[in-house]
T-cell receptor, first 115, second 112 residues
Framework: EAQVTQNPRYLITVTGKKLTVTCSQN?????MSWYRQDPGLGLRQIYY???????DKGDVPEGYKVSRKEKRNFPLILESPSPNQTSLYFC??????????????FGEGSRLTVL | GQSLEQPSEVTAVEGAIVQINCTYQ??????LSWYQQHDGGAPTFLSY????GLEETGRFSSFLSRSDSYGYLLLQELQMKDSASYFC?????????????FGKGTTLSVSS
């Protein structure tokens, strides 16, 4: 089954404790991206990757890191989480990142709480 | 950068037709997408318009007017299960790299 898989789905952590949210897709997609969703703010892009070893900042990259060492994986790293990073996070992928690509496939989301 | 405007809330009754508008400002336009998200779930792709006109997929249709920087999602024969948030989205960037930017979403409530 074609899917984007995120882990963990739920996490409660404390300020400053490094964490990684993993994302994996099995569709051989070139483009992957991370979004955070907060009430009233919609989906805001954190980072995206056009292909292996190619990453770029989205609208809200501060406090996050990403890596794209393999095509299927795109982990989101919070080196020193803070309470303002409490949010619902979505990983997404598409066949390519070229401008005329419409469809983005989303993972089920990871709800992160930073105390 | 891009900006997208869509209404925050829309209400309707079962069987009705509802239109969710989206206006955008962009330095480079590559097409307008629509996504549906049920409460607590993942966004799912509904439609993509790269050219002017109407695209129909079952009960849902999407329209684009590039000259007016405007599009809409039309939902017909509304059902309770259509209660969800709907997001319009545009691509920003070029062939070297693009970001998909979303509007803040429209919450549709369908009542019986």
């Amino acid at each position: 089954e074609a899917q984007v898989t995120q882990n963990p789905r739920y996490l409660i952590t404390v300020t400053g404790k490094k964490l990684t949210v993993t994302c994996s897709q099995n569709m051989n997609h070139e483009y992957m991206s991370w979004y955070r969703q907060d009430p009233g703010l919609g989906l805001r892009q954190i980072y995206y990757s056009m292909n292996v070893e190619v990453t770029d900042k989205g609208d809200v990259p501060e406090g996050y890191k990403v890596s794209r060492k393999e095509k299927r994986n795109f982990p989101l790293i919070l080196e020193s989480p803070s309470p303002n990073q409490t949010s619902l996070y979505f990983c997404a992928s598409s066949l390519s990142g070229t401008p005329n690509t419409g469809e983005l496939f989303f993972g089920e989301g990871s709800r992160l709480t930073v105390l | 950068g891009q900006s997208l405007e869509q209404p925050s809330e829309v209400t309707a009754v079962e069987g009705a037709i509802v239109q969710i508008n989206c206006t955008y400002q962009t330095s480079g336009f590559y097409g307008l997408s629509w996504y549906q998200q049920h409460d607590g779930g993942a966004p799912t792709f509904l439609s993509y318009n790269a050219l002017d006109g109407l695209e129909e997929t079952g009960r849902f249709s999407s329209f684009l007017s590039r000259s007016d920087s405007y599009g809409y999602l039309l939902l017909q024969e509304l059902q309770m299960k259509d209660s969800a948030s709907y997001f319009c989205a545009v691509r920003e960037g070029d062939q070297a790299g693009t970001a998909l930017i979303f509007g803040k979403g429209t919450t549709l409530s369908v009542s019986s």
